[in-house]
């Protein structure tokens, strides 16, 4: 009778326990995930995918943030060529600059 006590409160205790679920990824850690992916490509040369990864880290953030900001101004510093996108951000925060930065 001991043997079949034992198996059953280990069994009951055992059902209870639930597995760890992981978490979503909230926007704010997957721009910070981004921004970090850029720097390493700004630092290999390739100045295109940076400033790629940098508007789309800024995107996941919300409008009029400093961050969102800070990332326009490094994707525009990055860029090659012209892009709407990196336009945009940049005329979101009024400067003084943004719209000389966003021609």
């Given at each position: 009778m001991k043997p079949f006590f034992v198996?059953?409160?280990?069994?009951?205790i055992s059902c209870g326990t639930v597995a760890?679920?992981?978490?979503p990824i909230s926007n704010q850690?997957?721009?910070?995930?981004?921004?970090a992916i850029a720097d390493s490509l700004l630092l290999?040369?390739?100045r295109a995918?940076?400033?790629?990864m940098y508007t789309s880290?800024?995107?996941l953030l919300p409008p009029g943030t400093p961050e969102r900001a800070e990332l326009a101004e490094k994707a525009a510093d990055a860029s090659v060529s012209v892009?709407?996108?990196?336009?945009?951000?940049?005329?979101?925060?009024?400067?003084d600059?943004?719209?000389?930065?966003?021609i």
């Open positions: 198996l059953c409160t280990f069994l009951i760890d679920v992981p978490q850690e997957r721009s910070a995930g981004e921004d290999k040369g390739d995918g940076a400033a790629g880290a800024a995107l892009s709407f996108a990196i336009a945009k951000l940049l005329l979101e925060t009024p400067t600059t943004a719209p000389f930065r966003a």
